[in-house]
């Protein structure tokens, strides 16, 4: 707790072994290097922030996907929503969350759907082999 010396009109204190006055603006200390803020005010600056490096326009890399890559982000999202909870097909109708077999066949109908997009159908028969290959057995066959 800080002792307050209220004698002869002016309000002193020491905290810590620093010298306090209060002024109108709150306690301030009587020592130079010891600066005082609000809370909310940052510290002050001690040497002035860098520049970011300018960036060079023609060396950056392209921003641009091919259409094959922008069919393919946009099927795999529509995949995934389909995925992970009920979702409305194209007649506004709301169908149940897919099946990952359901899943398999989605993107097998979507290879033979883009057959014009050769490296786009690849893409998808490989996601819907490797889907495939993480099914469940659908139950015992020996019967």
């Not at 002792?3 to 309000?11: E, F």
């Not at 709150?26 to 809370?39: A, E, L, M």
């Not at 950056?60 to 929503?81: H, K, T, V, W």
């Not at 979507?110 to 889907?131: I, N």
């Amino acid at each position: 707790m800080p002792k307050v010396d209220v004698t002869g009109g002016s309000q002193t204190a020491r905290v810590r072994g620093v010298s306090l006055r209060l002024s109108r603006h709150g306690w301030r200390s009587n020592d130079p290097c010891i600066r005082w803020r609000r809370p909310e005010t940052p510290p002050p600056l001690k040497e002035q922030a860098m520049l970011p490096a300018p960036i060079n326009p023609v060396a950056a890399l392209p921003l641009e996907r091919s259409d094959d890559q922008g069919i393919l982000l946009q099927r795999m999202a529509q995949l995934n929503q389909r995925l992970l909870g009920p979702w409305e097909d194209a007649d506004g109708q709301m169908r149940p969350r897919l099946t990952m077999a359901e899943a398999v066949a989605q993107l097998y109908e979507w290879g033979t759907e883009y057959r014009d997009h050769p490296e786009l159908a690849r893409d998808f028969a490989v996601m819907a082999a490797r889907m495939a290959r993480r099914l469940p057995p659908t139950g015992d066959r020996s019967s």
